[in-house]
């Protein structure tokens, strides 16, 4: 069985989740005690972005919300080439809300609105450093 690390990595897999919230310090808290995360918290230059973490593997973060309306939680799917994702999605009848644009030191992101409505993200990571 493969590890997460080699899982995300996997193109089609849900590979991050990531809450937004008008209060990440408290909701990092909660569900710290909650589920018995781990934090790594680092200064992204618009807020502390808290990196969520199961013993030593993180598996998704907590930033500071940037628009009104209730926390809510996104999920990705890693693909192989997010522009190519993007293109294909518009062309099934998706909305792109943002992107694609990169994440320094992470990958190529952006973020999807399907047909019905639901939005996700999607997100082709740059190769890990040995």
Partial sequence: MKDYQDVYMTPGAFSWNELSSPDPKKASEFYGTLFGWGFDTMNLGQGDYHVIKVGEVAVGGVMQQQQPGPAMWGAYVTVASCDATVEKAKGLGATVCAGPFDIPTVGRM????????AVIQVISYFPREA
């Fill in 110 to 117: 952006a973020v999807l609105q399907d047909p019905q409505g």
